[in-house]
């Protein structure tokens, strides 16, 4: 018997534990070509709201009723796969739950590299990869470009600071709070903007006298339009997340938006898996700045089953400082 | 002596006569290098009201107690400069006036190719050329692209709908009224939205049930959002104009534009000056399309230096259909 947190209703708004129903299921036996695996650590990320709507979108929605998915590193407890034997530790998708059998297919066994294995959660996987193509793919960000990137604390935004950094770039960030912004400046950002203190508008307009060429929003809202306030031509913005809308219906409104012509600013969506069969890239560049110390994971650990909607939901309070893990 | 239109004061919100003064102005003596023009033929653009705002630009602002500026076809009436002589048909800058006296550099004599003058004002001229690069370079449209253009019965949009058309797209297109919706239809719009008749965002679900590749954008506000909320994967936007807001301070909401995520929407503004270097593109596609009838020429024409303030507020009302002109 497994336990597995399932979507018990959709949020409308701001989720909270009600919306999150935590169940015993019964794990099929295991087929050939199959594994069981017991989990050890979840994955909670912002992009999983939007699939608690009734929304078709890039992946399908949650249903009600049924359990919930999402990133994850477990150890394999039992095989009937090729190349996968009891004791590996393997990525997968099953996450919300502590044990689940799946696919040989559906398991990617982590190389052994020297690293903890849950920073394939965080800088060496998804979130890293994000970062990394983002900044460098999506906006084009390159050396002596000045750069802008919001929710710098969080998973995404902690890391597009050190690579930009580390690729020559002059870095300025936003975080909530004092504390975070300390350890954004610690990471080598240039300037820190504490939007808690000020609006935003005021703070980027302060720090970044000159302008922005690149802004890598993770937040949209106010932070986006600051961005095209502030940006100097032919700026690029790689658009991540926007979470300050994820729980708020109300449309955004954009004072700014119109220097996109004169500035001829490019703004692009994307998601990471689309860069995903350039993945090498992003190993051959990001495992050694880990292992130089260059870039440096941080992640904010919640332990047990029964906390992974608190660790959820508390991603939309600002309460992780890089990545949040929940470890079981 | 000339008579000049000059900037008497700038307005706030929509402007109107009051901001405007017709002065007669002292012109130089003709010195070496320099041509002396009587302006026949006079353009008004939408952008031209960005200017009218006191904040800095890719042009600098128009100067209170100053000329106004803008396109304009004259005849030279005497030369002093090689190259150039009396009889000349030239393109320059000092518009919104009866006659100038300009540098030969800033005077670009007319190819003798057998078009009206007045049509390098338009498709075959700044108007065009919009249209052209926005299109093909800056959405990168392709044949097979389901394309909607705002505002296309105007002077850009309109040569949107019939280059698409050219180049074997689906054209989806949005004009104010019967009258431009049916005008639109003549020029070979496969749908097209009456934008006062029903808000925009379910004239262009019904128009594009199955969404659009690209979106020309002369409007803003919510023909924005609405392509925000009707965009395919990857869809390229080409920002032009957001007239909705050059007269309107409120900033405008956006009730879709988290889509840009999923969708992995691109949006980029532009200005057609950056593409004046592959001017030669655009003349070698478009002369033989206006040659051949396949793009068509309209303009609406105000006759008199006096009715230039009338026509470039008409803009704003949607009193032209096709490319706005004064005839002097």
Redesign the interface.
């Known amino acids: 018997m497994a336990r597995a947190w399932h979507l018990k209703s959709r949020p409308s708004g701001m989720p909270n534990q009600e919306n999150f129903d935590l169940k015993d299921v019964e794990l099929p036996p295991l087929k050939d070509g199959q594994v069981h695996v017991r989990n050890l650590w979840l994955s909670v990320d912002p992009y999983m709201r939007?699939r608690m709507n009734d929304v078709k979108?890039?992946v399908p929605p949650f249903q009600v009723g049924e359990p919930l998915e999402g990133g994850a590193i477990g150890q394999v407890i039992e095989s009937k796969a090729d190349g996968l034997q009891a004791g590996d530790l393997v990525q997968h998708m099953s996450g919300w739950r502590d044990e689940a059998v799946l696919s040989a297919h559906a398991a990617n066994k982590l190389p052994n590299l020297g690293f903890p294995p849950e920073q394939f959660l965080g800088v060496l996987g998804v979130t890293g990869a994000t970062a990394y193509f983002g900044l460098l793919e999506v906006a084009r960000a390159r050396e002596g470009d000045i750069v802008f990137v919001s929710a710098a604390a969080g998973a995404v935004g902690s890391v597009v600071v050190q690579i930009a950094k580390a690729k020559g770039m002059t870095v300025i960030a936003s975080a909530g709070g004092a504390e975070k912004c300390d350890w954004v400046r610690s990471l080598g950002a240039d300037q820190v903007i504490d939007y808690k203190a000020a609006p935003i508008l005021k703070g980027l307009a302060a720090a970044a006298p000159e302008g922005i060429d690149v802004y890598f929003d993770n937040v949209?809202g106010d932070h986006l339009?600051a961005a095209f306030a502030l940006a100097r031509n032919n700026a690029r913005f790689a658009?991540?997340?926007?979470i300050e809308?994820y729980n708020d219906p109300t449309?955004?409104?954009?004072?700014f938006?119109?220097?996109?012509?004169?500035?001829?600013?490019?703004?692009?969506?994307?998601?990471v898996l689309?860069y995903y069969p350039r993945i090498a890239d992003f190993y051959a560049e990001m495992g050694p700045w880990i292992a130089a110390g260059v870039v440096k994971s941080r992640e904010t650990i919640v332990d047990g089953l029964d906390k992974v909607p608190d660790a959820f939901l508390g991603l939309f309070s600002g309460e992780n400082t890089g990545k949040m893990l929940v470890r079981l």
């Open positions: 939007g979108s890039y949209g339009d658009i991540c997340g926007m809308g449309p955004k409104s954009f004072k938006i119109q220097r996109i012509i004169a500035a001829r600013i490019m703004v692009k969506g994307f998601l689309d």
